[in-house]
């Protein structure tokens, strides 16, 4: 009986508690590395949102200076540049999923700032 008992294979418990603590660390180390890619990646996501919004403005405001009989949408009543990511949607300018709400300022030339609502 005692051969067979020092014969048989297996994990002391210092192993598995060795692995366990092993695991841990790695876990540790893990976790807030990938909350920080998650973070860059929706930053990321925000960023080009509003490059593609600014950029649709650009592209209804230079439509708007050769056509404004069918692009007075753009143009507030004084003649100054006034639309929303709502009129860009609306005019097919923009294709989203979800509205993104924000505002649009225009700025010197066709140079186009967006702020998103949540700021």
């Known amino acids: 009986m005692l051969k067979r008992l020092r014969s048989e294979k297996g994990f002391t418990l210092v192993e598995v508690l060795a692995v366990v603590v092993i695991l841990g660390i ?15 990646a929706e930053e990321g996501a925000s960023e080009a949102e509003a490059e593609l919004i600014e950029n649709a403005a650009k592209q209804a405001y230079i439509a708007a200076q050769s056509d404004k009989d069918n692009h007075e949408w753009v143009f507030a009543d004084d003649g100054s540049i006034d639309f929303t990511v709502d009129d860009l949607i609306e005019y097919n300018y923009l294709d989203v999923d979800e509205n993104p709400g924000g505002t649009i300022m225009h700025e010197q030339g066709s140079n186009f700032t967006y702020t998103p609502a949540s700021e």
């Not at 876990?27 to 807030?32: E, T």
């Open 26 to 40: 790695i876990v540790a180390i893990a976790v807030p590395a990938i909350g920080n890619v998650v973070s860059q």
